[in-house]
């Protein structure tokens, strides 16, 4: 039941390719914005369509992986938990963040161009 008490599922769009470094413990770690879509009618009647931004982390082998297949625009599903962090930036303020920390992720759109001997869906 512990896995349950914080994981976060989220399909959306790529905001940014996925910026990948390489850690001087020779570890990967890969950050990228995400846009998740909702819409709903409002009291008028009216269809309103409201974005979300998140920013997604990713370690290791995941990270590597994320950055040779995505790239901005694509969609995605990941899955992950949420973590939150704070540090102070050269002004000596401190700044806050919230993350999703990829363990898992699912590539859903293809790319535009078919290639030859790709299937038909």
Known sequence: MNALK???QLIGNLGTDP???K???GSS?????????ESYLNKKGDRVEETQWHNIVAWGKTAEIMGDL????KE???E????????EDKDGTKRYTTEV???EFLLLSRDAKKQEGDLPF
């Open 80 to 87: 992950g938990k949420l973590t939150s962090r704070s540090w």
């Open 23 to 25: 850690l001087e413990n």
């Open 6 to 8: 914080n994981k976060v």
């Open 70 to 73: 995505l790239s901005k625009g």
């Open 101 to 103: 920390v990829v363990s």
């Open 19 to 21: 910026e990948v470094k």
């Open 29 to 37: 770690v890969a950050k990228f914005t995400m846009a998740t879509n």
């Open 76 to 78: 995605v599903m990941v």
